[in-house]
């Protein structure tokens, strides 16, 4: 794994404009502000209009919870972005996905005991960082499951979260107190 050094510092959220601050903490969990957003506090209005976008690929989409996640952990690990892969790897894990899936994940889509549906899933976050489209194969598989707008919804993800990988990566966030170290 590539060591990345933190470019951009957290941003003291205090020292913000009342409501470029509000706009930041609104995407706080239990309280807590993720160090992707205090990052991100460095251009409000970026979070501002990603965030909504990002609110619908992580939990108003119509793919199953299952299927999102390992979409979202297969592309951070192709991106060895460690801060991606460690807090998406405890949501995966919080919703069912298990050791072994995690670990099959890492060896791709071509790894004995994924489902034709699961490893054509994978093979889309495959198809799109190694050739920037799907292939046919892989979507004609996915195709037998899933509707139109599942299908654009597997891209969106897929990109939305390779972008979001570039910039963890590119900005060197540092990982939250509570994620796993050692990620991909």
Known sequence: MIKRKQRIPMRDLSTMAAEDRANVEKNAMN?????????????PQLVKRWTPFAGHILSKQTLPFRDRELL??????????EYEFAQH?????????SD?????????????GWSEH???????????????????????????????????DAVFTVGQYNLVSWALNSFGVPLDDFLPKGGP
């Open 118 to 152: 699961e490893a054509a899933l994978l093979q889309v976050a495959d198809d799109l960082y190694d050739n920037s489209v799907v292939s046919d194969a892989t979507w004609a598989t996915l195709s037998k499951k899933y509707s139109t707008e599942q299908l654009m």
């Open 72 to 81: 979202i952990l297969r592309i951070g690990w192709l991106n060895q972005a």
């Open 100 to 112: 072994e899936d995690i670990a099959l994940l890492k060896e791709g889509p071509k790894a004995k």
């Open 89 to 97: 790897e405890l949501i995966a894990k919080r919703g069912g996905v």
């Open 31 to 43: 309280g807590q502000v993720f160090n992707i957003f205090k990052v991100l506090a460095h251009h």
